[in-house]
């Protein structure tokens, strides 16, 4: 595809439930981010990839939230045991390179809310 | 760590009018400041960034600064059009981390 694509949208889970969050990077591109955005803020960093290998965690709010790579490409954002707070939306960014200066191209989103 | 503030949180212009958008941060080490624009239910689209051995740069109706001394920059969009309403970030990103740190929007409302 043409841009960055994230599923489900739109997420409603339980509290207490497990959650998985996909993004599908630009074809191509080594570096891929997750951020999360919650509502009237600015998207905070949570982690960062390049191609397979999770390179910084250091955002990942607790050790409820996982995130895999395995291949290099697709990347999975994994909640466990949901809670309120994790209600936001989840993005999905990847770039071309592993430059700092890299530009990030954003997907549209995920929005989890926790019930 | 990086910390990035920025002004006005809301912003209400008349069409044809201009608009500036502030930023300030407090790492002396970043180098790297995109601007991003994102319109309601979707992800943050890159607009326009600069770099840390630039002074200014400009892309049509869109500019941005940088004053590394004082640590902050600034957005400005000339001959605004409604199409430009949408909120605005700003982020800073520093030498050797791959991550941003953004700002917490401006929302942009251009009136026709």
């Known amino acids: 595809g043409a841009g960055v694509s994230q599923s489900p949208r739109y997420k409603v889970a339980k509290r207490g439930q497990d959650v998985a969050l996909r993004c599908d990077p630009i074809?191509?591109?080594?570096?891929l981010f997750w951020y999360q955005q919650a509502l009237g803020q600015g998207p905070e960093f949570l982690t960062y990839f390049q191609n397979e290998a999770q390179l910084d965690k250091s955002g990942l709010p607790s050790d409820r939230f996982f995130a895999e790579r395995p291949e290099g490409s697709v990347s999975t954002l994994k909640i466990q045991r949901t809670q309120q707070e994790d209600s936001a939306v989840y993005l999905c960014a990847s770039s071309l390179k592993r430059d700092t200066y890299n530009e990030q191209f954003f997907g549209p989103g995920t929005r989890l809310t926790v019930l | 760590g990086e910390n990035v503030e920025q002004h006005p949180s809301t912003l209400s212009v008349q069409e044809g009018d201009s608009a500036v958008i502030k930023c300030t941060y407090s790492?002396?080490?970043?180098?790297?400041f995109p601007w991003y624009k994102q319109e309601l239910g979707k992800g943050p689209q890159l607009i326009i960034d600069i770099r840390s051995n630039v002074g200014e740069k400009k892309d049509q109706r869109i500019a941005v600064t940088l004053n590394k001394t004082a640590k902050h920059f600034s957005l400005h969009i000339t001959e605004t059009q409604p199409e430009d309403s949408a909120v605005y970030f700003c982020?800073?990103?520093?030498?050797?981390?791959?991550?941003?740190?953004f700002g917490t929007g401006t929302r942009l409302l251009v009136s026709p």
């Open positions: 074809s191509g591109h080594v570096s």
């Open positions: 790492d002396s080490a970043s180098n790297y």
């Open positions: 982020a800073a990103s520093r030498a050797g981390f791959q991550k941003l740190v």
